[in-house]
């Protein structure tokens, strides 16, 4: 029995995300998704949108067909 998984290259967070401290933020999703740690990914709002900074995962959580994100933001390129 297979498992759906989802690779992915930058951090879409229709505005769902939670700052934990700082710079570090937490994001949600359903399903199981995979981000490369520790590179500079995109940040999106959507996935249509211009990209509002970069960031680097720190850590991924996957259990019960969802995935937490935690990331650190290292660069802002707006604040909306």
Same mark, same amino acid.
């Given at each position: #029995?297979? #498992? ?44 249509? !949108?211009?990209? !509002? ?24 390129? !707006?604040?909306?």
């Amino acid at each position: #029995m297979g #498992m759906p998984l989802e690779l992915q290259t930058l951090i879409v967070t229709k505005g769902k995300e939670k700052r934990v401290k700082d710079n570090l933020f937490i994001l949600e999703k359903d399903g199981y998704r995979l981000y490369p740690l520790d590179i500079p990914l995109e940040v999106r709002r959507t996935l249509q !949108s211009e990209a !509002s900074g970069q960031a680097v995962v720190k850590k991924l959580e996957l259990a019960d067909n969802r995935t937490i994100v935690t990331y650190e933001l290292i660069a802002l390129h !707006s604040t909306n």
